[in-house]
């Protein structure tokens, strides 16, 4: 009878055992997958933290083109009205050239 009652407090403390490492197995694997969770997010953010401050550069260098342009067309209309008094000055001097040697 003794023998019986250690061989089922043998069986009941290994099965209690097999239980118990399990769930701490499985404990231990799902915080490991939950770091390589956090290594991946961390690493998406940091890459992300990149991106956002490139983007950042690209819209202050696209201001500033912008800024650039709007002055170019700028200078540009006003070099159009220089062009337009030149040649319309061009154009007496040139009438008043044909008349002289007409005459």
């Not at 055992?17 to 490991?32: E, L, S």
């Not at 956002?52 to 067309?73: G, H, T």
Request: with cysteine; hydrophobic share 40%.
């Amino acid at each position: 009878m003794e023998i019986a009652v250690l061989d089922i407090i043998n069986i009941l403390t290994t099965s209690v055992a097999g239980v118990v490492g399990w769930f701490i197995g499985r404990r231990k694997q799902r915080n490991d997958f939950l770091s390589e969770l956090q290594a991946s997010i961390n690493l998406l953010s940091e890459e992300n933290k990149k991106l956002m401050a490139e983007v950042i550069e690209l819209r202050k260098e696209n201001a500033k083109l912008i800024c650039n342009q709007e002055s170019l067309k700028l200078e540009v209309e006003k070099l159009r009205n220089e062009n337009e008094i030149c040649r319309k000055h061009f154009e007496l001097i040139n009438k008043a050239f044909n008349k002289q040697n007409e005459t």
